[in-house]
C-alpha cells in the first residue's frame, strides 16, 4: 500500500512541478524583465496553470494531411514516458524512492538518451521542412552532449564507488560532492542544459530562425505533452544535479529529508530559469564546437584528476 | 532577328551581341538595360529632344575621358563602346531632370498621370529628389479639349512627344506647339474638341500628366488600384488589343495592349473611350419577363425563370435561334447546339452574309495573303476601294498613314540617314509618300495622303476596280472605261501596284455593293497571278463578323414573311432592328410565341422580347473574336459577375441543360465550350494549338489580375460585412482575382497590366517586348485561322450586272459610317454620344441648291417606305445625284444601303 | 566567461526592481496629445476637407484597410466620394499619416476601439473627418500644387508666376 503511494508520489510531485513551472517560469522571467508576468487568474495568476491546461485540452488537435500519422501522434509520448520513467530511480527521501537501482546512473543515461527519439521521430514525422531542420539539430546536439555528460559523472561515481542514487547520496553525508567535483558540475550542468534544449541551447526549437523547430506542425494536447515534456526534463535535470552534487535529500533534520530534496531542485530549477533570462542563443557551430572542443576535453580531465587522486589518497 | 549580321558592342565593360541599323536607346531598351528618357518613342523614333537619354561614348578601348552622347541619336555601330553608369552620364541625366523640374507643379496627389507617370519614374531612375531651384514656376492657362482629354499644361515638361504622334504618326492638324523658348505651349488654337480620331494616345503617349483621360477621371483610380484583365476591342473589326481595367465592380478604363501584329501602342478614341455602356445605368442586371404581351416586364430570379422556360426548348416546339456578329464565338455556337443547326440563324442581312462568306471562302482559296495591321505599315502601295477606313476600321487607318511614310524613309536610307532618325527623315520625305490611291464616294480624312481619289458611286468604283484588274492581267473580265480619264486613272493605279515591292488592297462590307469587294479581290488575283505578290486587307462590320462567317447558318432575310408560327425565339445579343425594317421584325415577332433575348443593354428588340435575360459584356466574360484578318484572339473577365449576369454561352448552357431529352452537354467551364467547339468545327483546330487552358499555370501559380500594391483589400467590402469573403474562383481562365501569383511576364495573350520594377508607366511595355515596336516575348497574341494556300488556281469574280436605273426624282443613297456613333455598344457611351452626330446626309452644293435647303437644315428622305429627318451637310465632294446618309446613328431606322430614295423638303 | 557570469547576476538583480507595468485597464497611462493612435480626416484653414483622394494612404497601408474613390465637386476640386478603413484590420502603423501628402490623415491618441460587434470598425468619411486643422496649422495643399482645381486660379499659389502668354514671342 505504501509502495503506491510512493509511486503515485513520484508521478504526480514532478508532473504538478512541471505544470506549475510553465506559471513559475513565466513569472520569474517577467519580474526579470521588470515586469509582471501572467497575474490576472486567480491569486498572483496561480490558476493561469490551471487555465493554460483547460486551453491545450480544448484546443484543436489538428494532425496535418501531410505528416506519417502513427509516428506523428506517437512520438509526444516518448518524451513523457522517457522522463516520468528516470524519476523511478531517484530518491526523493529515505526510503521514498519507487526502486533503488545499483545501476541509477546508467538507467538515466540511457533514459534521457531515449529522449531524443520523440523530437527526430516529430520532426521527421511532421514532414516540414523546419521542423526536420530541428529535428536534425536536437539529435547532433544530444549525441554531442551526451558524450561528456556521462564522462563528467563517472568522477562522482568514482567518489561514491557506485552507480546507485541511493548510495551517491549516502556517500555525501560528509560533503556535497560539488567541491570535490566542480569541474564535473560545471560540465554537467551545460549538457543537462543542452541535454533538455533550454535557452540558450534551445537550437532545435530556435523560434526566429525555425518557426519552433521540431513541433511547429504540433498543437493541443500533443503540443502539451512536449511543452510539459520540456519542464519534465528541468525537473529532472535538477533533481538529478541536486542528488549528485547536493547532497541529495540530506540537511539539517528540523525539516523532513523530501522537503530539503524539494528546496534545492526548485533553486536549481530557478538557476535554468535565470540562465534562459540572461543568456542570448549561441550558434548551432558554437553550441558544438564548445562541445567538442572545450567541454569533452575538460571532462575526460576532471575524470584523469579525479581518479589519480583517488588512487593516491587509497 | 539570328537571320541577320549581328555586331558587338560594349556596355559598362560587357560586351552584347547587338542588331545593327539601330539607335543605341532602342538596342539597350532591347537588351533590358534602363535608359531614362522621354522624347523617343519606339513607334514616333528619335529626335534627341529631352537629353535625358545621354551617355557616354568611348573612342576605344584606351579613352578613358569619352564624351557624352544622346543615346537616342547615337546609331549601333560595331565595337561601340559606351558606359551608361559612368559617373558622368549619371549627374549629366541627374541635372537634366532637375532643370525639367523646376517649373513642374507640385501636383502628383491630384494628378491623374499619379502612379503610372513616366516622368516620375525618371525622376526616382536618375536619383533626383530635392528642390535647389528657389525661384517661381512657370504656369499656363489650360484648354478645354472636348469630352475625351483633360489638358493640364503645368505638368508639360516640353518633350514634343505629343505634336510629333498627334500631327506627324496620326495627321491631326489641331493640336501644336506655340510660343517660343521657356514658354512652349502645346494645344490648340483655341479651346475645343480635339478632332483627330485617335486623340486618345496622347493620354499613352504624353509622358507626365499634361494629357490625361477624361472619362476615367469621373471615376478616378490609380493604376495600382486597377484590376485588369487581357481584352479585345469589340467596336469594330480590326480586334484591337486592350486592357481593360476594374474597380469597385466598375469598368475603369480602355487602356492599349501591345500586339506587335495587330494594333502596337496605339488605339482609336472608339475603342479606347467606348467602354462606358458597360456601367450603363440601364444595363439588364436581373432577368425581365412578362406573362402576357401587354404586360410590363418584372424582375425575376433564376428559380422562377428557370421554372417559365422549362417548357420553352421541348423538342415538340419549333425554337429558331439568332446568333451576333458582336456575340463571341462561344456563345454563336452554344445557341446553336441549343436550337439545332438547322435552326441557327447569324442574324445579319443576306447580303451581309453573302459578302463575308464571300470573302471568307476568297481567303481561304485563292491562295492570297490578308495582312495583319502591321504588315499594312509595311506596304508601299496602296488601293482603298469603297471603303472610309477612318469609320469603319479607324486603327488601319492609322496603319495606311503609316505605310505611306515608307517611301521617305526609303529617301532618307538611300542618304544615309536611318529610318528612326525621326526629324530628318521628315525634312527629307518633305511631301513624298507611298502611294496611295483612294476610291470612295465622298471625301475621307485620308484624302490628303492620296496620290489620286475617285469620287464616284459604288458601281463606278468596282467598274474602276474591276478596269485595274483588266489592265493588270488580259485573263480578268476584261472592262474598259468609257470615261478616258478614269481608264488612265486606271492604268496609273494597275502600272503603281505593279511597280511596287509590297502593294496592297483595301475594301469592305461597309459599300454593301458585291461588285466593290469582287473587284479588289480580282485585283489582288490579278496581282498575284502575274507578280506573285499583293495582299487583300477586307473591313468587316463588325467584331466577330469573321468568326460568325465560320459557323453554318441562315441569314436573318429568311425569317422574314413566312406564316408559320415560331414557338420559342431566341436572339442572342443582337438587336435584329439594326439589320431590317422594323415591319419585317414586327411582323416576325408576331409569329412568335415567346421572343427570348439575351443582351446586354435595353434596345428596341429588348422592349418586345417576352423574356430578357442578362448577358455579360466583354468585361463580364470571356470569349474569342476573330478578326478582319482572320486572327482568333480571346478576351478575358475583368469585372466579377454581380447581379444576375452571366455570360451568354453560360445562359445558353443551362437552356441546353433545361431541354436535355434530345443533347446533353458536360459544359462546367469555358474550356470544356472551346473544346466541344473545336470538335464540331475542324476549320477553327489551329485554336487548339494556341490559347492557354484555364489549368495554365506560371511555375504552378496563377497569373493575378491585380498590381502587387493592389490597395483596399481588406476595406472594399467592409461596409456590407467586415468578415472577408474569399476572393472569386476563377474557373474559366488562367487568371486570378487578386494580387497573389505568378511575377513573371505572362505570355502575350494573358497579360493583363504592364508593370516593372522602377517602370511603372506604360512605358513598362518594353520589358514585354522582344524590342521597343517589336513582338511581344514568345510572339503576338492571336491565332490566324487563315494562311494562304499554295499553288491555287486562277479564277476570276465576273461582275454582277444588275445596275437599277434610277427614276425620275430618285437619288442614289450611299451610307456614310461615323467612328462615332455607327457602332452600336460604343454609341452607349456616355462621353463618346457626346460626339454622335445628329443623323445627317451630306449633299452636293449644286444638288441642295436644287433642293433649296442650306447647311444645317432639315430634310426629309423617304427610302422604301421608311421616313427619316435628317440634317443636310453641303459635302462637294459627293457626286452629283447623289447623297450620303449617316447609317446607325441612334435615333435613326435601318435603311437598306446603298440603295435609292427619295428627298422631300 | 565572465562578462557571462556578469549578466546573469545582473539580470538577477532586477528580481528587485519595480515593475514597470502599468495594469492598464485599471490605471491609465498618460498619452501625450501627439501620441499615434487612429486616423481622423482634418480640414484646412478654409473648412474645406484636406483630403484630395490622392489614394497613397490605400497604397502605403500594409494590411490594405483604407478604400477610397476620389471624386470632384462642380469647381473641380478633388475629394474622397468615400473614405472607409476597417479598423477590426487596421495595426496602428502610422504609415498612412506618413504618406499623405496633404496632412489630412493625423493621428489623435484615441486607440481604445474595443467593440462587440466588429462591423462597428468599420469608419466611414463622415466617422473620421474632424473639424479643425489637427497638428498642421494653415497648411492648404491647393496653394502649394500648380494646378487649378477650383481653388486658386493659374498662377495664384504660392510660389507662381502669372501664366504664360502665349501669343508673346519675345525672346
Known sequence: MEYIFIILGVLLIPLSIAAGLIWVERRLLSFWQDRLGPNRVGPFGLFQVIADTVKLFFKEDWIPPFSDKPVFVMAPGIVMITMLLTFSVIPFGPGFYVLDSNIGILFFLGNSSLGVYSIVLGGWASNNKYSLIGAMRASAQMLTYEVFMGLSLMGVVMLADSFSFYSIVQAQKNGWFIFPQFIGFLVFFIAALAETHRLPFDIPEAEGELVAGYHSEYSGMKFGMFFVGEYLGVTLMSAIITTLFFGGWLGPSFLPPVFWFLFKTFILICVFILLRASLPRPRYDQLMEFGWKILLPLALLNLLITGAILIFIK | ?????????????????????????????????????????????????????????????????????????????????????????????????????????????????????????????????????????????????????????????????????????????????????????????????????????????????????????????????????????????????TIASERYDSLRR??????????????????????????????????????????????????????????????????????????????????????????????????????????????????????????????????????????????????????????????????????????????????????????????????????????????????????????????????????????????????????????????????????????????????????????????????????????????????????????????????????????????????????????????????????????????????????????????????????????????????????????????????????????????????????????????????????????????????????????????????????????????????????????????????????????????????????????????????NNQSKELQPGEWLIVPVYQIFGSDELSSSASTLAQRIPAPFVYLNLKDAIDLKVNNTDQIQLEIANTKLELVVIIENSIGQGMAGVSVNLPGMLYLDLPGTGKFHK | MFSILRTIWLIFLHIFHKPETIEYPEKKPYLPPRYRGRIVLTRDADHNERCVACNLCAVACPVDCISLQATEDETGRRYPEFFRINFSRCIFCGFCEEACPTYAIQLIPDFEMAEYDRQNMVYEKEHLLIEGEGKYHGYNFYQQAGVDMGVKGKGEGLNEELPVDVNDLMP
Request: with cysteine.
Open chain 2, 1 to 241: 532577328m539570328s537571320l541577320e549580321i549581328m555586331i558587338k558592342i560594349k556596355i559598362d565593360g560587357t560586351y552584347y551581341e547587338v542588331e545593327p541599323n539601330k539607335n543605341l536607346l532602342d538596342t539597350c531598351l532591347t537588351l533590358g538595360l534602363d535608359i531614362p528618357h522621354f522624347c523617343f518613342h519606339a513607334a514616333l523614333g528619335s529626335v534627341g529632344a529631352c537629353r535625358l537619354c545621354a551617355v557616354k561614348k568611348f573612342k576605344d578601348e584606351t579613352d578613358k575621358k569619352g564624351r557624352i552622347v544622346m543615346s537616342c541619336m547615337e546609331p549601333v555601330v560595331d565595337n561601340l563602346i559606351i558606359s551608361i553608369d559612368d559617373i558622368d552620364a549619371k549627374a549629366f541625366r541627374a541635372a537634366v531632370i532637375e532643370g525639367l523640374m523646376t517649373n513642374h507643379p507640385h501636383d502628383c496627389p491630384v494628378c491623374d498621370e499619379g502612379g503610372e507617370c513616366h516622368l516620375q519614374d525618371m525622376t526616382v531612375m536618375t536619383g533626383h529628389n530635392y528642390r535647389r531651384f528657389d525661384f517661381k514656376k512657370r504656369t499656363y492657362q489650360n484648354q478645354n479639349l472636348g469630352p475625351f482629354i483633360q489638358h493640364e499644361m503645368n505638368r508639360c515638361i516640353q518633350c514634343y512627344r505629343c505634336v510629333r504622334f498627334y500631327r506627324d504618326y496620326a495627321g491631326g492638324k489641331d493640336l501644336n506647339a506655340f510660343a517660343s523658348r521657356n514658354n512652349i505651349y502645346f494645344g490648340r488654337v483655341e479651346d475645343g474638341t480635339l478632332e483627330n480620331e485617335f486623340s486618345g494616345n496622347l493620354v499613352e503617349v504624353c509622358p507626365t500628366g499634361v494629357f490625361t483621360d477624361k472619362t476615367l477621371m469621373k471615376h478616378y483610380t490609380r493604376k495600382w488600384d486597377l484590376s485588369n484583365a487581357p481584352s479585345v476591342c469589340v467596336h469594330c473589326s480590326v480586334g484591337c488589343n
Open chain 2, 254 to 799: 480602355i487602356m492599349s495592349r501591345y500586339n506587335g501584329e495587330v494594333n502596337g501602342y496605339f488605339l482609336c478614341d472608339r475603342g479606347r473611350f467606348g467602354y462606358e455602356f458597360v456601367n450603363d445605368e440601364k444595363r439588364i442586371r436581373e432577368p425581365q419577363i412578362r406573362s402576357n404581351k401587354n404586360e410590363k416586364k418584372e424582375n425575376v430570379d433564376d428559380e422562377h425563370l428557370f421554372s417559365v422556360l422549362s417548357n420553352s426548348f421541348s423538342t415538340n416546339r419549333k425554337v429558331i435561334g439568332i446568333g451576333s456578329p458582336r456575340a463571341s464565338l462561344e456563345s454563336n455556337y452554344a445557341l446553336q447546339v441549343l436550337v439545332g443547326k438547322d435552326n441557327f440563324n447569324k442574324g445579319i442581312s443576306t447580303k451581309e452574309q453573302q459578302l463575308t462568306n464571300t470573302i471568307l471562302e476568297f481567303l481561304k482559296q485563292s491562295g492570297i495573303k490578308t495582312p495583319s495591321l502591321k504588315q499594312i505599315e509595311k506596304a508601299d502601295a496602296i488601293l482603298i476601294l469603297g471603303e472610309d477606313l477612318v469609320n469603319t476600321a479607324p486603327m488601319m487607318a492609322l496603319a495606311v498613314r503609316e505605310a505611306t511614310r515608307n517611301l521617305g524613309k526609303e529617301m532618307a536610307e538611300k542618304r544615309g540617314i536611318p529610318s528612326w532618325n525621326a526629324d530628318p527623315v521628315i525634312k527629307i520625305t518633305q511631301d513624298s509618300k507611298s502611294p496611295v490611291f483612294i476610291a470612295t464616294p465622298f471625301k475621307d480624312s485620308l484624302d490628303e495622303l492620296a496620290k489620286d481619289t475617285f469620287r464616284s458611286s459604288f458601281t463606278n468604283i468596282a467598274e474602276l476596280g474591276f478596269a485595274v484588274a483588266s489592265v493588270l492581267d488580259s485573263e480578268a473580265p476584261s472592262v474598259k472605261l468609257k470615261n478616258i480619264e478614269h481608264q488612265a486613272l486606271a492604268e496609273k493605279i494597275a502600272s503603281t501596284l505593279r511597280k511596287a515591292k509590297n502593294p496592297l488592297i483595301i475594301s469592305g462590307v461597309h459599300s454593301g455593293d458585291e461588285n466593290v469587294i469582287k473587284a479588289a479581290c480580282n485585283i489582288a488575283t490579278a496581282l498575284k497571278s502575274i507578280e506573285n505578290k499583293g495582299l487583300l486587307s477586307i473591313v468587316l462590320p463588325e467584331c466577330n463578323s469573321m468568326g460568325l462567317a465560320f459557323l453554318p447558318g441562315n441569314p436573318l432575310d429568311i425569317l422574314f414573311g413566312g406564316k408559320d408560327k415560331i414557338d420559342t425565339l431566341v436572339i442572342l445579343e443582337n438587336d435584329l432592328f439594326r439589320r431590317a425594317s422594323e415591319e419585317s421584325i414586327l411582323q416576325l415577332f408576331d409569329r412568335c410565341d415567346q421572343i427570348i433575348v439575351l443582351d446586354q443593354l435595353p434596345n428596341k428588340t429588348t422592349l418586345r422580347a417576352d423574356i430578357v435575360i442578362p448577358a455579360a459584356t466583354f468585361a463580364e466574360s470571356e470569349g474569342t473574336l476573330v478578326n478582319n484578318e482572320g486572327r482568333a484572339q480571346r478576351y478575358y473577365k475583368t469585372i466579377v459577375n454581380k447581379d444576375q449576369v452571366k455570360e451568354s454561352w453560360r445562359w445558353l448552357t443551362e437552356f441546353i441543360l433545361i431541354k436535355k431529352g434530345t443533347q446533353t452537354v458536360q459544359w462546367k467551364k469555358f474550356d470544356d465550350i472551346v473544346n466541344s467547339l473545336l470538335v464540331d468545327f475542324p476549320d477553327l483546330e489551329a485554336l487548339k494549338n494556341y490559347f492557354s487552358d484555364a489549368d495554365f499555370r506560371m511555375v504552378n501559380e496563377k497569373i493575378p489580375r491585380q498590381p502587387i500594391r493592389y490597395s483596399g483589400r481588406t476595406s472594399i467590402n467592409a461596409k456590407n460585412a467586415v468578415s472577408e469573403i474569399g476572393i472569386e474562383p476563377d474557373i474559366d481562365s488562367p487568371l486570378a482575382f487578386t494580387m497573389e501569383g505568378s511575377k513573371e511576364n505572362a505570355p502575350a495573350s494573358l497579360v493583363p497590366f504592364y508593370w516593372s520594377p522602377g517602370w511603372n508607366s506604360v512605358q513598362a511595355v518594353n520589358k514585354y517586348l522582344d524590342e521597343p515596336n517589336g513582338k511581344m516575348k514568345g510572339g503576338d497574341s492571336g491565332i490566324r485561322l487563315i494562311e494562304p494556300k499554295e499553288n491555287t488556281p486562277v479564277t476570276y469574280f465576273q461582275k
